[in-house]
Each structure stands twice: as C-alpha cells, then as structure tokens.
C-alpha cells in the first residue's frame, strides 16, 4: 500500500511538472527530449529563414511577407542567416545559459528585424532593427538541444557572462 501511494505520488507530480512549461512548451527545463519532431525546423522557418530582406524598407518586407503568404502574426522577428549557428549555440553552454523554465538566454546579444503588421493583410506597419540578447525555449530533438522558440525579450535582460546549465 505504502509503494501504490508514492508510485501514485510520483506520477501526480510528473504530470503537474509536465504541465508547467513556459509559453506553451511542454519542458520545464532546456534541453529535455521534445515532443515535437518539427519544432526546431519550424523555429529556423519563422526566424531564420535564408533570402529575408536585410532593410528596415516596409514596402520591401509587405512584398517578402505577401510572397511567403505569412500574414497571420502580427509581430514577426528575423535573425539574419548568417548566425544560425550562434543561435543554435544559444542552447549550449558555448553560446548561452538557462535563464527560466525551459528558456535560455544568449551570453552576447545579436542584431535581428522585427517586424509588425496587420494581421492578414500584411500590412506592415513598422520594421524595427533591434540589438538583444536571445531568449530561445531549448529542446533535445535528434541527440542534438537546438531552440524551438523565440521568446521576447522586452525588459532588453543582459545575458552576458558565464553559461551553463
């Protein structure tokens, strides 16, 4: 009876953990096995993706975005290819450090657009360069923990220094 009632403890709290994960992602710290095969690939889509204009020019980015028919959320941020794999790294302690649940904050900022518009219309109503330090949710997907979400970083929170997990 006494192993029934930790065994049934012990599942109450796995569940309640699982439950727990920051911005709608399941793992409460970086670097747990994903649940999902294509999350970092849909990452790089939405944030890294090759051939994005490099200018803050909105009519340039109105006609990148109706292109890609990507209209469907209103504040969108672009990392420029060129550093997929210092953000990559951000999920390790070469280029990063955990910062809160299953997030992980980049130990140097990086330059990236952000960019908003209506939502589906693609109007665009600004194109902001910006100059932060990545906070990217981490998960183990194919032996390898690599981001799988852009979490914003709107208080500018410095990650610098050491790493680790």
């Not at 450090?97 to 600004?126: A, D, H, M, W």
């Not at 906070?135 to 790493?163: D, K």
Request: proline share 4%; net charge positive; aromatic share 6%.
């Amino acid at each position: 009876m006494k192993n029934l009632k930790l065994l049934i403890l012990s599942l109450s709290i796995c569940l309640l953990l699982g439950n727990l994960g920051v911005s709608g992602y399941s793992n409460v710290e970086p670097c747990q096995r994903s649940r999902c095969n294509n999350c970092h690939e849909k990452f790089l889509y939405r944030h890294v993706r090759p051939n994005t204009p490099l200018t803050t020019d909105r009519n340039e980015w109105e006609k990148y975005l109706r292109g890609k028919n990507d209209c469907s959320r209103p504040t969108q941020s672009f990392l420029h290819p060129k550093d997929r794999e210092r953000v990559d790294a951000v999920c390790s302690s070469s280029g990063g450090k955990r910062y809160q649940g299953n997030l992980c904050i980049s130990q140097s900022p990086f330059t990236f657009l952000t960019v908003r518009s209506e939502t589906g219309t693609c109007g665009v109503s600004s194109v902001r360069e910006e100059t932060k330090h990545l906070i990217l949710a981490c998960e183990v997907l194919e032996n390898r923990c690599v981001p799988v979400h852009f979490e914003g970083n709107r208080e500018g929170i410095n990650g610098g220094g050491g790493g680790g997990r």
